[in-house]
Protein backbone atom coordinates (compact mmCIF):
# COMPACT_ATOMS: atom_id res chain seq x y z
CA UNK A 1 0.00 0.00 0.00
CA UNK A 2 3.33 2.53 1.14
CA UNK A 3 4.46 2.01 -2.56
CA UNK A 4 1.28 2.57 -4.49
CA UNK A 5 0.76 5.47 -2.13
CA UNK A 6 4.08 6.91 -2.97
CA UNK A 7 3.64 6.01 -6.84
CA UNK A 8 0.48 7.81 -6.74
CA UNK A 9 2.64 10.75 -5.05
CA UNK A 10 5.12 10.84 -7.36
CA UNK A 11 2.84 10.52 -10.74
CA UNK A 12 0.52 13.96 -8.97
CA UNK A 13 3.86 16.05 -8.17
CA UNK A 14 5.39 15.01 -11.59
CA UNK A 15 1.82 15.24 -13.54
CA UNK A 16 0.88 18.67 -12.32
CA UNK A 17 3.91 20.29 -13.24
CA UNK A 18 2.82 23.18 -15.40
CA UNK A 19 2.86 22.01 -19.44
CA UNK A 20 3.37 25.25 -20.65
CA UNK A 21 5.14 26.92 -17.56
CA UNK A 22 6.31 31.25 -18.83
CA UNK A 23 9.69 30.24 -20.26
CA UNK A 24 12.57 30.47 -18.64
CA UNK A 25 14.89 28.51 -20.79
CA UNK A 26 14.11 27.07 -24.07
CA UNK A 27 12.25 24.33 -25.96
CA UNK A 28 15.14 22.69 -27.92
CA UNK A 29 15.17 18.81 -30.20
CA UNK A 30 16.40 15.72 -29.68
CA UNK A 31 19.32 15.97 -30.82
CA UNK A 32 21.43 12.59 -30.30
CA UNK A 33 24.35 13.60 -31.92
CA UNK A 34 25.28 16.21 -29.35
CA UNK A 35 25.54 13.13 -26.69
CA UNK A 36 28.24 11.27 -28.93
CA UNK A 37 32.40 10.85 -27.15
CA UNK A 38 34.10 14.28 -27.23
CA UNK A 39 31.15 16.52 -27.39
CA UNK A 40 29.67 18.09 -24.12
CA UNK A 41 28.70 19.21 -21.31
CA UNK A 42 25.80 17.16 -22.06
CA UNK A 43 23.67 14.36 -19.96
CA UNK A 44 22.19 11.27 -21.81
CA UNK A 45 18.99 10.70 -20.12
CA UNK A 46 18.47 6.73 -20.51
CA UNK A 47 14.46 5.98 -20.11
CA UNK A 48 13.11 3.04 -18.97
CA UNK A 49 9.95 1.43 -18.30
CA UNK A 50 8.00 3.77 -21.02
CA UNK A 51 4.30 2.04 -20.85
CA UNK A 52 3.40 2.91 -24.55
CA UNK A 53 4.42 4.35 -27.71
CA UNK A 54 1.68 6.99 -27.51
CA UNK A 55 1.42 10.77 -26.64
CA UNK A 56 4.86 12.64 -25.70
CA UNK A 57 8.02 12.30 -23.43
CA UNK A 58 8.92 15.38 -22.04
CA UNK A 59 12.05 15.80 -19.92
CA UNK A 60 13.26 19.07 -18.58
CA UNK A 61 16.59 20.58 -17.33
CA UNK A 62 17.00 22.46 -13.68
CA UNK A 63 19.91 23.79 -11.80
CA UNK A 64 20.62 21.21 -8.86
CA UNK A 65 19.62 23.96 -6.47
CA UNK A 66 16.97 24.43 -4.04
CA UNK A 67 15.94 27.63 -5.85
CA UNK A 68 15.41 26.34 -8.43
CA UNK A 69 14.49 22.29 -8.59
CA UNK A 70 10.72 21.95 -10.29
CA UNK A 71 10.36 25.68 -9.75
CA UNK A 72 7.67 27.02 -12.33
CA UNK A 73 9.63 28.82 -15.09
CA UNK A 74 12.68 27.98 -13.96
CA UNK A 75 13.42 25.06 -15.96
CA UNK A 76 16.92 25.40 -18.43
CA UNK A 77 15.68 23.23 -20.99
CA UNK A 78 12.89 21.30 -22.69
CA UNK A 79 13.14 18.46 -24.90
CA UNK A 80 9.19 16.98 -26.23
CA UNK A 81 9.70 14.14 -28.27
CA UNK A 82 7.24 11.12 -29.39
CA UNK A 83 7.05 8.53 -26.99
CA UNK A 84 8.41 4.79 -27.67
CA UNK A 85 7.60 2.27 -25.62
CA UNK A 86 10.30 0.70 -23.13
CA UNK A 87 13.53 2.48 -23.40
CA UNK A 88 14.52 5.73 -25.29
CA UNK A 89 17.49 8.20 -25.59
CA UNK A 90 17.21 11.78 -24.68
CA UNK A 91 19.83 14.25 -25.25
CA UNK A 92 19.85 16.78 -23.24
CA UNK A 93 23.14 19.61 -23.67
CA UNK A 94 23.60 21.84 -20.57
CA UNK A 95 25.31 25.05 -20.67
CA UNK A 96 28.23 24.71 -18.44
CA UNK A 97 29.31 22.19 -15.82
CA UNK A 98 28.02 22.57 -12.90
CA UNK A 99 24.95 20.86 -10.74
CA UNK A 100 21.98 19.70 -12.77
CA UNK A 101 18.57 17.95 -12.17
CA UNK A 102 15.53 16.23 -14.49
CA UNK A 103 12.55 15.62 -14.52
CA UNK A 104 10.23 13.69 -17.28
CA UNK A 105 6.70 13.27 -17.58
CA UNK A 106 5.01 10.78 -20.12
CA UNK A 107 2.11 12.36 -21.00
CA UNK A 108 0.14 9.38 -22.62
CA UNK A 109 -2.15 10.34 -24.79
CA UNK A 110 -0.57 13.96 -25.93
CA UNK A 111 -3.22 16.17 -24.54
CA UNK A 112 -1.06 18.49 -22.91
CA UNK A 113 -2.96 17.79 -19.63
CA UNK A 114 -2.69 16.02 -16.11
CA UNK A 115 -4.05 12.28 -16.61
CA UNK A 116 -3.14 10.90 -13.20
CA UNK A 117 -4.93 7.05 -13.96
CA UNK A 118 -2.37 7.29 -17.29
CA UNK A 119 0.46 9.14 -17.03
CA UNK A 120 3.96 8.37 -16.04
CA UNK A 121 7.05 10.18 -14.59
CA UNK A 122 9.89 9.90 -13.08
CA UNK A 123 13.39 12.17 -11.91
CA UNK A 124 17.50 12.06 -12.06
CA UNK A 125 18.81 9.89 -9.87
CA UNK A 126 15.51 7.94 -9.14
CA UNK A 127 14.60 8.72 -5.60
CA UNK A 128 12.12 6.76 -3.54
CA UNK A 129 9.29 8.80 -2.89
CA UNK A 130 6.79 8.83 0.13
CA UNK A 131 3.74 9.83 1.44
CA UNK A 132 5.98 12.71 3.59
CA UNK A 133 7.52 14.28 0.49
CA UNK A 134 4.34 14.50 -1.64
CA UNK A 135 5.70 13.32 -4.97
CA UNK A 136 8.09 16.03 -4.68
CA UNK A 137 11.79 15.17 -3.60
CA UNK A 138 14.47 18.08 -2.59
CA UNK A 139 16.89 19.11 -5.49
CA UNK A 140 19.57 17.07 -3.38
CA UNK A 141 18.33 13.83 -3.47
CA UNK A 142 17.85 14.70 -7.52
CA UNK A 143 20.89 16.69 -8.45
CA UNK A 144 23.94 15.10 -10.16
CA UNK A 145 27.01 17.07 -11.32
CA UNK A 146 28.28 17.26 -14.77
CA UNK A 147 31.49 18.41 -15.99
CA UNK A 148 32.52 19.31 -19.63
CA UNK A 149 31.99 15.26 -20.77
CA UNK A 150 28.52 13.77 -21.43
CA UNK A 151 27.13 12.03 -18.70
CA UNK A 152 24.63 9.33 -18.86
CA UNK A 153 22.27 9.12 -16.00
CA UNK A 154 19.45 6.07 -16.26
CA UNK A 155 15.90 7.26 -15.43
CA UNK A 156 13.22 4.73 -14.65
CA UNK A 157 9.26 6.10 -15.64
CA UNK A 158 6.80 5.14 -13.00
CA UNK A 159 3.08 4.82 -13.31
CA UNK A 160 0.01 4.45 -10.90
Known amino acids: MLKFAASLALSTALL ?4 SASVAGQKISNDLSKCRTGKGPAVLVNLSGVKASSGKIRVQLYRGTKAEW ?34 VRHDMNGNGKT ?13 SINIFNLGKPGYEKTAFPVGNEVKSINIEIKYL
Open 16 to 19: TMPV
Open 115 to 127: DISKDGGGMSNNP
Open 70 to 103: LKKGAWINRIETPAKANAMAICMPVPSSGTYGIA
